[in-house]
């Protein structure tokens, strides 16, 4: 029995990972793992569609912002799709604690996000 | 006659001291063979099963031939052995379990030649069985059991003092084999398929749920009832699904015994597996009907498969072939009217729709196989109604179960097997007072308790959210300060006093300072901001975090 599943996508350049179910202690890092690992090196960033996810604690922001680092790293964006009234939402604003990486409401903004960085062909 | 030279040259190839003797022509007029002519053919005998008419056999030849010892080895056809089956004056010969093959010795010559042969003096005869010697015995008679021209075993009897044994003796010998034979043979199989039976039910228990699992909001119970002749293929599962959903499984292997109660167990795994992917039932039913379809072998099998959602109070429902679900409710009992796809295995790609009915708090899912209504001459649909009527009134899963066990299966035993399995939409107790493990898994356990409690005292939307993150990271950190190689537990309790809850959280481990940018002072902060009241207590002994907070829907 899974908590949560990641379904894995790719877009405008980005992948696209939707989060759907609960994380927790027992998944959250499993999770960041598997999509760390689908993440191809000339990707321009990770979308993280969170507006499925039923319940994140302080575990899945953890495993957020050690994300965020990584890709720093490498130079990729990460963009969380959080919407207004989600379970994640509640959480982030629960905890207090400064926003793990740019957020907006919907995955279209996060693509449009995404594409507004696209380099222009010659 | 016993030293006949005649039988001595027919039979050149017995042991020294032995001889083979012709089957007796009865004598009419000895009253001896008339009194163990009646002995022998008394029709009780055939009620007899195989011990009981053994000992009785035993008991009728010796006192019929007045003689001290009475054996009787039966034919272990493929080790080619005759093996002691019961004795009578020579108990040791079974309680050793002699062994002697075919052709060898006393008894293992009368089965090679299929003849009865006399031993005046075992002193000095070719005897393979110590027993025989070690007892004392001098003189032995001995007779093969033959059924339909099969050798299935060997009778003799023995006498301590030196005695001859004439024509009237081989005659009731062979009178008394010749009335054991076919019903040791009858009582044999009987023995054979009832180890079947039991090889087949201990097989069938062995892949049923072991237990069924504790689930918040829903109550469960189950049966399984073996046929009286033959095990079938039925089976139940019960099944835990993500997001605190309950999997219900029903089902029914068309066949018996071995093979049928196998095949149940390689559809109950198959089913199982693709439940947990989180399927739906009619999409789990269509993947199973799939399963069955690259068997290779003729397989068919009708299976129901019910998801419980607590929080929704429903069902969704696909069966294949299965009889129609009861749903027990306060005010009457009815029969869900949903119409089954085919038989899983029926047809290739066939399509299983879903059904969604209610089941209210106390409502009882009551999923059963066709045994339990089936009856000869009978219609179904009367068998159904039976059923309904049988458990109209029950307030608990159990005492369905007990209700229709008690008026449906009749006393002689079922000629099918019968699987149940209830649910009952339960509440949950007004105080939770629990022991846990202390594992990460346990987690999403405690949310989906905590909501569905958290509901029952009357918490709206936001509450049950905050309270239950709270709660969540409380018991994460329960679960860390636990690390450690052995089991580890710890308690959570929670009562509501005015509109206003209260969850302890309680462990035997060290207290940890939250460490910076790390999660637990993340958790922490979460407590609090989630909580109108934290306070928490770290002793030596263990950490206790105790939360309040005043339900905004009250």
Known sequence: MSLADVHISHASGALVA????????????????????????????????????????????????????????????????????????????????????????????????????????? | ??????????????????????????????????RASYRFSDPALSELPLDRLLDELLNRTQEALDVDTVAILLLDEEAQQLVARAAKGIEEEVERGVRIPIGRGFAGRIAAERVAIFIADVDH?????????????????????IVEGHLIGVMHV????????????????????????????????????????????????????????????????????????????????????????????????????????????????????????SHGPGRTLELVDRFVQSLNEPAMATAAYAVFD????????????????????????????????????????????????????????FLYTDGLV???????????????????????????????????VPLTGLRDDVAIVALQNSPVPAELDL????????????????RRWLVEQGAGEADVAEVTIAVSEACANAIEHAYSPAPATFELEAWTDDGEVTIAVRDNGQWREPRGEENRGRGLSIISAAMDDVQIDRQSTGTAVVMRRRLWNQ
């Not at chain 2, 076919?182 to 090889?199: D, Q």
Request: hydrophobic share 45%; proline share 8%.
């Open chain 1, 18 to 122: 939707r989060l759907v179910g609960e994380v927790d202690m027992s998944n959250a890092e499993e999770l960041g793992a598997t999509v760390i690992g689908a993440m191809p090196s000339d990707a321009r960033g990770v979308v993280l569609d969170l507006s499925a996810v039923e319940y994140l604690d302080s575990a899945g922001i953890y495993v957020i912002h050690g994300m965020r680092a990584s890709l720093q790293a490498r130079g990729q964006r990460l963009l969380l799709v959080i919407p207004a009234d989600s379970p994640v939402h509640d959480t982030l604003r629960l905890s207090g604690a400064q926003h793990p990486g740019e957020v907006v409401g919907e995955l279209d903004a996060a693509l449009r996000a995404l594409d507004g960085s696209r380099p222009r062909d010659p």
């Open chain 2, 1 to 34: 006659m016993a030293e006949s030279p005649a039988t001595r040259t027919r039979r050149p190839r017995l042991g020294p001291g032995q001889i083979a003797l012709e089957a007796a022509q009865p004598i009419v007029d000895a009253p001896d063979q008339v």
């Open chain 2, 435 to 450: 022991r846990l493990p202390a594992e990460p898994a346990t987690l999403a356990q405690v949310r989906r308790m905590l």
């Open chain 2, 158 to 277: 023995g006498s301590l003092r030196p005695r001859t044994f004439g024509q009237n003796d081989v005659a009731i010998l062979q009178l008394a084999t010749a009335r054991a034979a076919p019903a040791i043979e009858r009582a044999s199989l009987a023995a054979r398929l009832e180890h079947e039976h039991n090889v087949s039910v201990a097989l069938q228990h062995s892949l049923l749920p072991k237990r069924l699992g504790s689930f918040v909001g829903a109550t469960l119970a189950a049966r399984y009832l073996p046929a009286r002749e033959e095990v079938g293929g039925d089976w139940y599962d019960v099944i835990e699904l993500p997001r605190g959903r309950v999997g219900l499984v029903i089902g029914d292997v068309v066949g018996h015994g071995v093979p049928a109660a196998s095949l149940m167990g390689r559809l109950r795994t198959a089913l199982h597996s693709y439940a947990i992917e």
């Open chain 2, 374 to 408: 089936e009856r000869r001459g009978i219609p179904l649909s009367e068998g159904i109604e039976a059923l309904a009527t049988s458990v109209q009134g029950a307030v608990s899963p159990e005492e369905a179960c007990v209700a229709a066990v008690a008026d449906l």
């Open chain 2, 310 to 365: 607590p929080y929704a109070s429903s069902v969704q429902y696909a069966a294949a072939g299965h009889l129609p679900p009861v749903v027990i409710t306060p005010s009457g009992t009815r029969v869900i009217d949903v119409t089954p796809a085919p038989p899983l295995g029926a047809f290739p790609y066939g399509r299983c729709a879903e059904h969604e009915f209610a089941l209210e708090r106390e409502d009882i899912l």
């Open chain 2, 125 to 145: 005869a070719d005897i393979l069985n110590p027993i025989l010697r070690e007892k004392g015995i001098r003189s032995l008679l001995g007779a093969p059991l």
